[in-house]
């Protein structure tokens, strides 16, 4: 038996760091990603992080085909405000310019949150465990928001009745979802209803996102990418994604992936 439940997370800063870039600023991604939450759920439980070269760690192995949805909180219109924070890391190994010491510019989330679907195997101790550990809010290890400074902590653990969602007029979905076709050109456009057909459609946020790590050898386990979107807009019915739709008991339609 399959049981939704979600709860709400919240950091002070957070760096989701973009691994593509690092001169002159390290960036972040703007949504949190499936990978991040992972690691986030794997501390809850106590399960290992990255330890061995070429070794996926423990949590990832073990929870890498949980379904989650990610819905953001106190967004400004999908964005969160950011900073760039510049510090020295003097510890010798982070250059080999003279004297060790690496100038650091990055891009750091300001007070982002997330409220976060979880579907459960009810059946499956491992996922006892995760639902156990987030009701009572208890963590065996520190979670954090991309590095180890930036924790993170939740509330308003919530279950949910739910059922998978067919529309059959037009509709929006809450949570980011899976957009793996374009919306440019004249195709792809009629997908979303035109802005001025409707009140209370404001802002359209898209970001590639990591949703898992690309396995096959060479194992150097870079991210495998996905296109998503946030929006307030409504969607046509014929509008298809590539992973299903669930319609909670609090009239909310998110995509678990």
Known sequence: M????????FA???????????QPVYLTFNLLHKPALLGIIGAVIGE??????????????????????????????????????????????????????????EQTLIAPAYRCYILLDTENPLHQKIESNLKNRCSEYLPYLGKN???????EFKEYKYSEFSPKENFKIDSIYIKDTPIEGNKEVAAFMPFITETGNTFSFFER???????????????EYRSFAYTDWSLKENYKTPHKLLKTDSDVTIQVF
Do not use: R
Request: net charge negative; aromatic share 14%; proline share 5%.
């Open 12 to 22: 002070d800063f957070g760096m989701l760091k973009k691994p593509d870039t690092n």
């Open 48 to 105: 290992k992080g990255f330890q061995n070269f070429g070794v996926l760690p423990d949590y990832y192995l073990k929870l890498k085909d949980l379904q989650v949805g990610i819905q953001p909180l106190n967004h400004e219109k999908g964005n969160y405000q950011k900073t760039i924070i510049t510090y020295n890391n003097s510890t010798g190994l982070a250059s080999e310019e003279t004297g060790g010491n690496l100038m650091v510019n």
């Open 2 to 9: 399959q049981k939704l439940i979600s709860i709400d997370i």
């Open 209 to 223: 996102l990591p949703i898992g790590y690309i396995e096959y050898e060479p194992k150097q386990f870079q991210y």
């Open 149 to 155: 400074e930036f924790s993170i902590w939740w509330n």
